[in-house]
Each structure stands twice: as C-alpha cells, then as structure tokens.
C-alpha cells in the first residue's frame, strides 16, 4: 500500500499532470489517498514525481482518501505507541 500526499500546488502545470492528479484522487495541497501498489499506480507516480510525496501504508490500511478524522486518529495510535 503507498500512502501518496500532494505537496506541491497545481496552478500552471501541464493540463496531462492536472489529470492524472485527478486520477489518483488528489484535489487541494496536502491532500492524501492510499493506494494499492501497482505498476498502474506506479507509472503515474511517475508523471507527477515532482507535486506528490509517496511513503509505504501499513499492510492494512484502507485504500482511498485519508480524512481529518482518520489522520487525527492514526496520530493519537502513533503517540500511544510511542508511550
């Protein structure tokens, strides 16, 4: 599973770029989705390397857009862990 974060904005890129962002369910800056991975998923990765961020989800996790609710969530687990 990759974890895939736009942390670059989208104005003045090329409309291809816009689409596959699209595509992989990123709409504003810093948005999140999990993904499976896959060679699809992988080569638009590719294209858009330069606006996106990629780290490995845990094995399993949910595929789709990461809300606020489940980001505050998956921080909250993370500082009990660290307890």
Partial sequence: MLKITLTAGK????????????????????SAV????????????????????VTEAEAGATTGKITRKARFECAQKEKAAAK
């Fill in 34 to 53: 999990v993904r499976a991975d896959s060679p699809t998923i992988r080569g638009m990765i590719d294209k858009v390397h330069h606006l996106v961020t």
């Fill in 11 to 30: 104005v003045g890129k090329k409309e291809t770029q816009l689409k596959v962002l699209q595509a992989l369910g990123l709409r504003k800056y810093g």
